[in-house]
């Protein structure tokens, strides 16, 4: 079965220093989402990648699905307080009408 | 205001007493489904519906039950709940029912704990 593998688990930066996510899948990605999560409460949709190579931005966030479609990475550029919770990756398993996630990174900027 | 909606939010029950947590959403969407959020395990899906009275398990399906008698509602229903299902619950939606096809649309959470 596929699974995604998320990295680093936790992270502590900075404010105003940039971080990279990565999220890497044991199969071919056909769809890939990032979510952001405050603490216990409901998720965000940030972005999803479909292609291989492709790169998406939303404000300063930004996301890459590589060329074998196998990892996604998410950079914060200049991070802030508000960028602040829990980054989680999907996919849905192809061919099916299943969805797997990472467990998680969780992100903490120091002001 | 498109959105999914859980209900309650939170709930504290006892072992045995059966429950429902109800999810509905208002964008004609085919595709429902459960998660649930546990520490160290990520979000974990339960069960999943592709149309009205289409559903199949998901990877964690055991003490759980669901039904879609209506395009917009997908309950999850506890029967007999025991304390391995304290958990973070989220109900799910997508336009298109294949995987894949577009943006998964999330409820705000329903925190449940059985004694």
């Known amino acids: 079965s596929q699974e995604l593998e998320q990295s680093p688990q936790s992270l502590i930066v900075q404010e105003g220093k940039n971080l990279t996510i990565n999220c890497t899948s044991s199969?071919?990605?056909?769809?890939l989402y990032w979510y952001k999560q405050k603490y216990g409460e409901g998720l965000i949709f940030l972005m999803m990648?479909?292609?291989?190579?492709e790169e998406k931005s939303h404000e300063k966030i930004t996301a890459k699905l590589d060329e074998k479609k196998q990892q996604s990475s998410l950079h914060i550029t200049a991070s802030q307080p508000s960028h602040a919770g829990i980054y989680l990756c999907?996919?849905?398993?192809?061919?099916?009408?299943?969805?797997?996630f990472g467990t998680g990174t969780r992100l903490k900027v120091l002001a | 205001e498109a959105q999914v909606t859980q209900n309650p939010r939170y709930l504290i029950t006892v072992t045995g007493k059966k429950l429902t947590v109800t999810c509905s959403q208002n964008?004609?969407?085919?595709?429902m489904s459960w998660y649930r959020q546990d520490p160290g395990l990520g979000l974990r899906q339960i069960y999943y519906?592709?149309?009205?009275?289409?559903?199949d398990k998901g990877d964690v399906p055991e003490g759980y039950k669901v039904s879609r008698k209506e395009k917009r509602n997908f309950p999850l229903i506890l029967e007999s709940p025991s304390p391995n299902q304290t958990s973070l619950y989220f109900c799910?939606?997508?336009?298109?029912?294949?995987?894949?096809?577009?943006?998964?649309?999330f409820g705000e959470g329903s925190r449940l704990t059985v004694l």
């Open positions: 990648l479909q292609k291989g190579g």
């Open positions: 519906s592709m149309n009205v009275e289409v559903t």
């Open positions: 964008m004609n969407h085919e595709y």
């Open positions: 799910a939606s997508s336009f298109f029912a294949k995987a894949n096809t577009g943006e998964l649309f």
């Open positions: 199969k071919t990605l056909y769809g």
């Open positions: 999907g996919a849905g398993t192809s061919g099916t009408y299943k969805y797997i």
